[in-house]
């Protein structure tokens, strides 16, 4: 069936660095994606959101692209801070998210 | 209510309890899925309700579990005869718009 992966579990970034975060998608006719942080002990919680009709997109320090030919998604965040440290999901959105498997991010001070 | 409420926030049961898991979405909110999430791993969708409809309920692992919204606000996620296996995170999320869902933090449920 469809899903979505991501390629690394556990991503450290030194404080202030660049931070990428990959994700393989299966389902080539997704056409919405969001990426969500989830905390510890808390529910996911939206970043940032691209449909497929565009190739990046940005927001405060994050910005995800879309690479549609090879159904790859990455976030990147700028200046990564302690509080950036977190569970990072991508998803693929049709009437129901379907997320994938997390990476997680640590972020050394 | 500001965000998606989900209690409890720990519920412990004995294997072949019944457990009920109660969801309050944000006021207004058309759709509320409930997913379930094993530690470590991403959230796996369960069902979803459209107003008081169910209109996916295709991620239920069995009979055992049942989900309902009478009144189209409120929601009651239902695990009869709990095993071992049931042991995660479940999430309750609302949305207005289909696209973009708020999630509640979740109840922990652990198995003994």
């Known amino acids: 069936g469809e899903s979505v992966g991501l390629h690394l579990p556990t991503l450290s970034v030194q404080e202030g660095d660049n931070s990428i975060i990959n994700c393989a998608y299966s389902?080539?006719?997704?056409?919405?994606f969001i990426w969500y942080k989830q905390e510890s002990g808390k529910g996911p919680q939206f970043i940032i959101d691209?449909?497929?009709?565009?190739d990046k997109r940005q927001g405060q320090r994050v910005t995800v692209l879309l690479n549609k030919t090879v159904k790859h998604l990455s976030l990147q965040i700028a200046a990564t801070q302690p509080g950036d440290s977190a569970v990072y999901f991508c998803?693929?959105?049709?009437?129901?998210?379907?997320f994938g498997t997390g990476t997680k991010l640590q972020v050394i001070p | 209510g500001a965000g998606v409420s989900q209690s409890p926030r720990y519920k412990v049961a004995k294997r072949g309890q019944d457990v009920a898991l109660r969801c309050d979405p944000i006021?207004?909110?058309?759709?509320l899925f409930w997913y379930q999430q094993a530690l470590g791993q991403g959230p796996e969708f369960l069902t979803y309700?459209?107003?008081?409809?169910?209109?996916?309920k295709s991620g239920l692992p069995s009979d055992r579990f049942f989900a309902e919204r009478p009144e189209g606000s409120v929601s009651t996620l239902k695990i009869q005869r709990t095993q071992q296996e049931d042991s995660a995170v479940y999430l309750c999320?609302?949305?207005?718009?289909?696209?973009?869902?708020?999630f509640g933090s979740g109840t922990r449920l652990t198995v003994v």
């Open positions: 999320a609302s949305s207005g718009d289909r696209e973009s869902y708020t």
């Open positions: 389902n080539s006719a997704s056409d919405y």
């Open positions: 691209i449909r497929s009709n565009m």
């Open positions: 998803a693929e959105t049709y009437q129901k998210v379907t």
């Open positions: 006021s207004g909110h058309v759709s």
């Open positions: 309700f459209q107003n008081e409809a169910q209109l996916d």
